[in-house]
């Protein structure tokens, strides 16, 4: 058979990539965020690469899913209000609990430093601090590889470092493809 059946209601369903320790992802974006020159609203591409922390800290093997450390380098340009880009590195962790074999949901906190070349009233441009909170579920194609559709919430600031400092909060809808390695 091509395709693992799903898990039975009631059952503890296997843990997909079974073997895998390590993910690497793309993901696209499409997000949405309210400034004083009106809709700012970037493109997100982020490559994610992760591994399992249970190697590191045994204890986690009694959780009933997945934590995972990752890095999440981006690039994201933008067309509203005006052509700008911002690029960053997100650094946080996932977990990841499956319902049945094929569909996994997740949560996932990161934060990182971030670069805006976007000018606008209530925050400076340059340098930034990323805050994401995401969800989302994994659909797995095989055992090694899954689609990954999310949702992200994420505030831009500098912390106070420079003036103006509103911050910028974004929602995203997201696309991805993973693969467990």
Do not use: C
């Not at 993910?23 to 982020?46: D, H, N, R, V």
């Not at 995972?68 to 962790?93: C, K, M, W, Y």
């Not at 340059?126 to 590889?145: I, K």
């Amino acid at each position: 058979m091509l395709s693992p059946p799903l898990a039975r209601a009631g059952e503890n369903p296997p843990e997909q990539g079974a073997q895998a320790g390590r993910e690497a992802e793309f993901t696209i974006g499409l997000g949405t965020a309210s400034i004083p020159e009106g809709k700012y609203q970037p493109l997100l591409m982020t490559w994610r690469i992760g591994r399992e922390l249970k190697k590191y800290f045994p204890r986690l093997g009694e959780l009933p899913g997945r934590l995972t450390a990752f890095l999440e380098p981006q690039l994201n340009p933008s067309h509203r209000p005006e052509d700008s880009v911002e690029f960053g590195l997100g650094i946080g962790v996932q977990y990841r609990y499956a319902f049945t074999e094929r569909v996994a949901g997740y949560l996932f906190g990161s934060t990182g430093p971030h670069y805006m070349t976007l000018v606008t009233a209530e925050q400076a441009q340059g340098f930034l601090f990323s805050n994401t909170l995401g969800a989302g579920l994994y659909y797995f194609l095989r055992e090694d590889s899954a689609l990954n559709l999310g949702y992200r919430y994420r505030h831009l600031s500098n912390a106070g470092l420079v003036e103006p400092n509103g911050g910028i909060n974004a929602s995203f809808i997201t696309l991805g493809y993973a693969i467990f390695f």
